[in-house]
């Protein structure tokens, strides 16, 4: 399974950005896709994720209002759509997938992802 993260970059804040993630290997009938970030000197944290089959979603409350996770199963892309940037968005951004689908609380925590993609950097300028 490879994840290909792609649509990061430099923006001003108030701006936006949306970012894309293929998934290729196999297909997610029943299983989440999330995506996480990782600002410098900071841990990984959970931003969003969406139940494959179902389009369940969990958001972070950081982010909630701002941010719009989506998917298109016959691309077997996600996308996240980011408006009304602030710097503290800034980070490299992860998708991540796992084979399985516990519930919005369950999708929150980066433990439960099996494949990971190589990260996209956003920044996002004061």
């Known amino acids: 399974v490879q994840l290909q993260a792609s649509g990061g970059g430099l923006v001003q804040a108030g701006g936006s950005l949306r970012l894309s993630c293929a998934a290729s290997?196999?297909?997610?009938?029943?299983?989440?896709m999330g995506w996480f970030r990782q600002a410098p000197g900071k841990e990984r944290e959970f931003v969003v994720a969406i139940n494959w089959s179902g389009g369940t979603t969990s958001y972070a409350d950081s982010v909630k209002g701002r941010f719009t996770i989506s998917r298109d199963i016959a691309k077997n892309t996600v996308y996240l759509q980011m408006n009304s940037l602030k710097p503290e968005d800034t980070a490299v951004y992860y998708c991540?997938?796992?084979?399985?689908?516990?519930?919005?609380?369950?999708?929150?925590?980066?433990?439960?992802?099996?494949?990971w993609g190589q990260g996209t950097l956003v920044t996002v300028s004061s």
């Open positions: 991540a997938a796992s084979t399985h689908w516990y519930g919005s609380t369950w999708a929150r925590t980066d433990t439960k992802y099996d494949y």
């Open positions: 290997g196999r297909t997610f009938s029943s299983s989440a």
